[in-house]
């Protein structure tokens, strides 16, 4: 593993150019899979294929099925099957030593093959469900309450996945001069509401005042993801309608402390780029986009007392895979003092990845307790992780205490 991941940061094509996700021509997705060289080094890092073995579960086999349907060849059921079960951890992204765009391919191979092959009527309505349901905040709230209180009446493999209410601490009142954009996210605030509260308090330690942008949505990630393409450009640009002014007044960031929705955000422009009105303000917003812990890491850490506890960290597939900021979390958690244990297969999706905890509740349950056994097998008094998918998917029948990073150093700083 470590000869594959050597190989991969020497070979990586750093100039790879950035793609306009926005069109994607039949030439230029052609290009992208013959860039793939067959090696197969990237089945030794994807999930999918470690816990199914099917190389047709692999980015290897679902490269070569999305290429059998750029030739022409009609889709089937069982290439919806195949497509559907990748997390787009990207993984193999991160592997692959020829720089193959996995995602770019996947996403397109998936609009494709959505054309031709009609789904199931029952995961039609699914999808429809959530997308309706995620990324409108109010209505989201009010469900998930409604869900709370008839907790023993909902299908047993989803009703250990509802999160007890938080208690958060009161967002800080105080102006600074420094301020930054922090996003609210669609369902974080339901599901933790300590997570927003906590970043703003940090930030506030630190001389730093987190700014709310009104009118800011959803980042548009579900629905991109569930090939609802319109829905999503359209909140893409209500989100740098709302940040923009903000940005002009001297906003120097926009922080998140989701690493799908920081993703996302920081993929703008690839969606944008033909967008007369939106495609330059989509690359700054893009620049300014930061996760929490990429930007706690750049300024001076609060003073806190001395850490004792043993944490364990997971590094959501988007903050690692998709970010590009491996060892993050990790190097911050050992910076402030607390003791990290060593965590195998610490490169692998916890099987949250959005909506497929849902969509694919039988795989992922599958990648949870392989998750769960590797964070765990050192004992540690805590597990901490940055995106809310991921904290809900290793908190489900977890002895141990898992919360956002955040929420450990704020507690930690409650000490002080
Ligand atoms: S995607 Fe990359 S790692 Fe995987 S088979 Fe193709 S070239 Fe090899
Ligand atoms: S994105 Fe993840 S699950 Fe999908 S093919 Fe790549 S490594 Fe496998």
Redesign the pocket.
Known sequence: MKYISLL?QLKRRSEKPELKKSEINAQQLNQLSR?????????ATCPTYQVLGNELD???GR?YQIKQVLDGQQATDETLLHLDRCLTCRN??T??????D?SALLEEGRRRVEKQVKRPLFDRLMRRGLLWLLPDRKRFALAYAFLRQLRMAVPKPYRNKITPVYSARSTPQASHTRNVILLQGCVQNTLDARIYADTAFVLDEMGVQAVVATGETCCGAVEQHLTAEQAALKRMKQNIDAWWPLLENGAEAIISNASACGLMVQEYPGYLADDAKYADKARRIAEKCVDIATFLSQQTLPDIPPPTLKVAVHEPCTLQHGQKQQGRVEALIESLGFSRVIVKESHLCCGSAGTYSVLQSELSRQLQQRKQAQLQAAIPDVIVTSNIGCLMQLAEDNPTPVMHWVTLLAQQLDQG
Do not use: L
């Open positions: 991969s860039r793939c060289v067959h090696c197969g080094f990237c089945n692999g980015p290897r490269i193999c992204e592997t692959c030593p020829s720089g193959v996995y």
